[in-house]
């Protein structure tokens, strides 16, 4: 198989179009490029489902909050396309700002509630760039499944919603979170760590799963798992910590009691890097109540 | 043919989906029922353009500013059938609001800019409404072309945004205004009028031509144009008067010179009843500037 290399929608439509023709379903992988294992699993998945794979690479200019951040994103093309091309992806639509936002634009989604805290809070405009983005895409590619990585939880919950509440026509595919074999999750971010800096940036998955451990211990005080969460971090001085929340997925409204299964979300800065990281959390008594329901 | 009554939107999706197979287009009309001669108009192109033509019903609680007028709104579902099926409309899609909005909305459509005046600066999140449904029923009918009336001209040109700035891969067709014999445009909202109302309200119109002619003389200044319009309005003391604006249609934007095609649009309440209009008026030099672009 060939990899398409498109940067016109006009082009992606026809390609789309002609493999839809062909009987093919369409799986769709949206990413700002930078590609990392973490996309990998992505592509990976979209190949076993879908008869015809795209891959969007797009830095998206109206996610970021600051300029600076958009201008240092890791671009790297020619790598990125040998990448698709190793995990046999059928088409790549790399656009240009332009071909993206022809005219100003003046339409944006907006998600409301869900995306108020955690990194909505702290990236004013993102999550609206996100979803607005996210939508133009599926109406170009128009995907039976589109993939995304559960690394980004508050997105991915975000696009839940949005897909479910404009009755987008296509299946959101959440996917789990790759990692380092230290436990840090994979980042185009990460690049942009100094040697010093990628050392101690597991400990920021080690503070998750402290608090999954407190949680797994039956219901507790979202305040306690937080705390304990908080004292790993603290072991390294040179972390910020932006936020580390305990959320209900589907709302992302933090929770009191932890006595149904949540995520635990952190956004922790190192140096000029932000990094983000959450995990499942499930509490005893909600696995055992799982194992009851099964056994009924 | 038959005319197929649909409440629900997998039923609607399954329909769509088995006349494309055939090959059909989808040509799709979304109204709020209570039809008259103005919707019959759109049915009618749509019927003449597209192999599938889909109607729907629907009164859209979202874009109500005000719960009265949400309520009063004219309901008239028989009739609505009678009607779609003598157009030989192919199905007719008659939602619930439950079904529409299954759960609570968080994800709404902003156009800005475009949404801020005229209907949009009386009618808070009215707009808002408007787009987010059309956003949803877009999604659920995916329809080739869709057809609209000239006469909600803010509502057409923030469609026409939505579409282009989202890339919605559907094609908006405008239909110009439905006239009873007076003068007064087709509205679900004339059957509220009392006689005496009802025999005053194409002043409404008359005065939105008196504007046209001002302008037909040539370039204008728009406040001379606004000015000889309210002065026909003024004649009929029931008239409160909510706006009349002098715009360019793209943008919504009033215009201070009138040198260029602009249309006039007007708000006026007759007691309980709001009524709008708008025609599109073009400067005797910008005719001229036409016709000379057509012989080059």
Redesign the interface.
């Known amino acids: 198989m060939t990899t398409a290399l498109i940067h016109t ?1 006009a082009d992606t ?1 026809r390609a789309v179009a002609e493999a839809r023709r062909g009987g093919s379903t369409i799986g769709f992988v949206p990413t700002m490029g930078a590609l990392h294992a973490g996309h990998g699993a992505l592509i990976r998945q979209a190949r076993e489902e879908s008869a015809f794979v795209v891959v969007s690479l797009f830095v998206n200019p109206i996610q970021f909050d600051r300029n600076d951040d958009y201008e240092q994103y890791p671009r790297t093309l020619p790598e990125d396309l040998e990448f698709c091309r190793a995990l046999d992806a059928d088409a790549i639509f790399a656009p240009s700002a332009t071909e993206m936002y022809a ?1 100003p ?10 995306s108020e805290r955690l990194c909505g809070e702290f990236r004013p405009g993102h999550f609206r760039g996100v ?2 983005v996210l ?2 895409l599926f ?2 590619v ?1 995907p039976d499944k589109a993939y995304f990585g559960e690394k980004d939880g508050q997105q991915l919950s975000i696009i839940q ?2 897909v ?6 296509v299946t959101i595919v959440p996917v789990p979170t790759v990692r380092e074999p230290d436990g840090l999750a994979m980042s185009s971010r990460n690049r942009r760590l100094s040697p010093e800096e990628r050392r101690v940036a597991p400990v920021l998955y080690q503070a998750l799963i402290e608090a999954r451990s407190a949680v797994a211990r039956g219901c507790a005080e979202a305040g306690a798992v937080r705390e304990a969460a908080l004292a790993v971090l603290r072991a390294v001085p040179q972390f910020r910590v932006e936020y580390l929340e305990i959320v209900e997925h589907a709302t992302q409204q933090p929770v009191q009691h932890v006595c149904a299964p949540v995520r635990v979300a952190a956004a922790v800065w190192l140096g000029q890097t932000r990094l983000i990281d959450n995990v499942l959390a499930e509490p005893a008594l909600a696995k055992q109540q799982v194992q009851y329901g099964s056994k009924t």
Request: charged content about 20%; overall charge positive; proline content about 4%.
């Open positions: 929608i439509r005219n634009q003046l339409t944006f989604i907006e998600v409301s509630s869900l979803a607005t939508n133009k109406n170009i128009q919603k949005m479910a509440d404009l009755n987008i026509p």
